[in-house]
T-cell receptor, first 114, second 116 residues
Framework: AQSVAQPEDQVNVAEGNPLTVKCTYSVSGNPYLFWYVQYPNRGLQFLLKYITGDNLVKGSYGFEAEFNKSQTSFHLKKPSALVSDSALYFCAVRDTGGGNKLTFGTGTQLKVEL | GAVVSQHPSRVICKSGTSVKIECRSLDFQATTMFWYRQFPKQSLMLMATSNEGSKATYEQGVEKDKFLINHASLTLSTLTVTSAHPEDSSFYIC????????????FGEGSRLTVL
């Protein structure tokens, strides 16, 4: 079975500072990895994905994530945080070994303060 | 990017009534749509996979007679919460996979159901 862990319920960072939201995964085959962002009472917005190729993936709104196979991690990063980045972030994995199911982590609330 | 429209965004109903939520892919065809349920400050729980022209596949523990799913066309899936009760109050989110693409899912804006 596939699973995703987001070890931090909340991350606080000052505006202008770099941010990291952690994610580790477990799959039986090769993973497809995703990051989504959710604003209050809204659906999920796609940020970026890793399918294959370059381990550093660049996505929307200046976010990027690094796929690390040995550590089974896919941490989300941004060099300079904005207050408007404050939201709930979900990491998700899809096992390419079979099926279409996307498994989500428990989410990390990012709070960017002035 | 592709757009998934979900309607209604908010609905309040009385206990015992049924509520239908629609999920439409506006600019692409989706043979597969997914229905999720999200409790406050929790992750998304996959309820069922909706397959166009066939029966939905429900996750373990989800009552198929309670949560009726219909996927009659390549752009529309509906979730009907039958005989709703207060414990059914939740945020329901649908997503759709572009039939011609791989990997990425497009999500609706969600529907907040409140059962009184």
């Amino acid at each position: 079975a596939q699973s995703v862990a987001q070890p931090e319920d909340q991350v606080n960072v000052a505006e202008g500072n770099p941010l990291t939201v952690k994610c580790t995964y477990s799959v039986s085959g090769n993973p497809y990895l995703f990051w989504y962002v959710q604003y209050p009472n809204r659906g999920l917005q796609f940020l970026l994905k890793y399918i294959t190729g370059d381990n550093l993936v660049k996505g929307s709104y200046g976010f990027e994530a690094e796929f690390n196979k040995s550590q089974t991690s896919f941490h989300l990063k941004k060099p300079s945080a904005l207050v408007s980045d404050s939201a709930l972030y979900f990491c998700a994995v899809r096992d390419t070994g079979g099926g279409n199911k996307l498994t989500f982590g428990t989410g990390t609330q990012l709070k960017v303060e002035l | 990017g592709a757009v998934v429209s979900q309607h209604p965004s908010r609905v309040i109903c009385k206990s015992g009534t049924s509520v239908k939520i629609e999920c439409r892919s506006l600019d692409f065809q989706a043979t597969t749509m997914f229905w999720y349920r999200q409790f406050p400050k929790q992750s998304l729980m996959l309820m069922a996979t909706s397959n166009e022209g066939s029966k939905a596949t429900y996750e373990q523990g989800v009552e198929k007679d309670k949560f009726l799913i219909n996927h009659a066309s390549l752009t529309l899936s509906t979730l009907t919460v039958t005989s709703a009760h207060p414990e059914d109050s939740s945020f329901y989110i649908c997503s759709a996979r572009d039939s011609l693409a791989t990997g990425e899912l497009f999500f609706g804006e969600g529907s907040r159901l409140t059962v009184l």
